[in-house]
């Protein structure tokens, strides 16, 4: 018998046991300091360049980038490994699921990645790492290498539209999944949210493991309230027996 697909939602819950706090959340750090939220957000980013000095200020010290996965990505990968066919959606921008050893192509970032730059002129992308460099050398604000124009994280910020693309394969993968499992999310900031009414519509499993309850608790077939570090783990054994 084929093996159910399992997709896996996750949000900032997930990484924090990895040290790394929950930015972008309806409660998280950028929406309680405006001018914190000024760095993240597309307008005032492109248009100030005061603004993109203290972004990529920011970014060096930025811990994400240091941050190691932890126990729960290690499961999600280990089951993959197993043989389970796994999908994995994630509102989250730190790359831990690939570190953990997840496939990139089997990893969907809803949000971007904090691990990359893009250029907003041409497109052109290249890892953070290689622009941080730059600005430890003295750039306050590196511009694009091949036309000049303002490079940024490989983040959505705010004021600017998710990927249609990557919205497109997280919702085809939702409708397709067997098993829909919402990690570390609040399930509060859409498009993401909604992708737990699409697994229920389309007869998947739903599984919500989080902390707080969320707006989908009523549509859940099961909900797990345990740490994430240990109930993940053990919720992903009982899928790969
Ligand atoms: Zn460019």
Not at 101 to 130: F, I, N, Q, Y
């Amino acid at each position: 018998m084929a093996k159910p697909l399992v997709a896996l939602l996750s949000g900032a819950g997930i990484s924090t046991d990895s040290g790394i706090p929950d930015y972008r959340g309806p409660n998280g750090l950028w929406r309680r300091d405006p001018e914190a939220e000024k760095l993240v957000t597309y307008e005032y980013y492109m248009t100030d360049p005061e603004i993109r000095r203290r972004s990529w200020r920011m970014r060096r010290e930025n811990r994400t980038l240091r941050a190691e996965p932890n126990a729960a990505h290690r499961a999600v990968a280990e089951l993959e490994r197993s043989g389970v066919p796994v999908r994995v959606i994630t509102q989250n921008v730190d790359g831990l699921h690939q570190l953990a050893g997840m496939p990139a192509r089997k990893v969907l970032e809803l949000h971007g990645s904090a691990r990359g730059v893009v250029c907003t002129g041409c497109g052109a992308r290249g890892p953070m790492e290689d622009a941080l460099a730059r600005v430890e050398a003295g750039e306050a604000d590196p511009p694009c290498l091949e036309c000049g124009g303002i490079l940024k994280s490989a983040t959505v910020m705010f004021g600017e539209r998710l990927d249609p693309v990557v919205l497109g394969q997280a919702v085809a993968v939702t409708k397709a999944c067997q098993v829909f499992i919402a990690v570390g999310s609040s399930l509060q900031v859409q498009p993401a949210a909604g992708l737990a009414d699409v697994a229920a519509d389309h007869g998947a499993r739903l599984v919500i493991v989080n902390a707080e309850p969320t707006p989908y608790d009523d549509r859940a077939d099961e909900i797990i309230r345990e740490p994430i570090g240990t109930a993940l783990p053990a919720l992903l054994r009982t899928l790969g027996d």
